[in-house]
């Protein structure tokens, strides 16, 4: 699951618990230990699950970790596990998000895509560009400087 976006990642864990008649907090615990193992672009969704794990075993108002959450798939995520641990089915409600999260890593792969060709722009003007100039004005100048050393 290398190259996963992390809630994607969290989603399949509690949806592979979920049908496998465990309880959601068996896939949580699970998505845990591997963003644990993994680190890298886990490491950011993991400890906002974490805190707000946190917040709902203690009781407290967890609704202020959800508001803090940028993205609307994250957020979404988030209250749907928090319905989960309230007791309440969750896996079709799981199975719309896939597609959700699905769609929105998609549009996000097209957009970097639709950009990529400005950003190998870069590479040709700052070093193919002053190199053809060289060798098209290269013996101009070698010339001019011979007859101007004579």
Not at 17 to 46: P, V
Request: proline residues 5%; hydrophobic residues 45%; glycine residues 6%.
């Amino acid at each position: 699951m290398e190259g996963l976006a992390p809630p994607l990642k969290c989603l399949i864990e509690i949806q592979s618990a979920l049908q496998n008649g465990e309880a959601i907090q068996r896939g949580l615990t699970r998505y845990l230990q591997i963003a644990a193992s993994n680190g890298g672009s886990d490491e950011e969704f993991a400890s906002l699950l974490r805190r707000f794990l946190f917040l709902w075993d203690q009781g407290q108002d967890w609704r202020s970790v959800i508001v803090q959450v940028k993205s609307p798939q994250r957020r979404a995520l988030l209250e749907l596990i928090a319905t989960g641990l309230a007791g309440q089915p969750i896996l079709s409600h799981l199975e719309e998000l896939k597609s959700e999260i699905v769609d929105a890593c998609d549009s996000e792969i097209r957009k970097h895509l639709e950009l990529l060709p400005i950003y190998m722009l870069a590479p040709l003007l700052l070093f193919q560009f002053p190199a053809f100039l060289l060798l098209l004005f290269g013996p101009l100048l070698s010339r001019l400087l011979q007859e101007l050393s004579r």
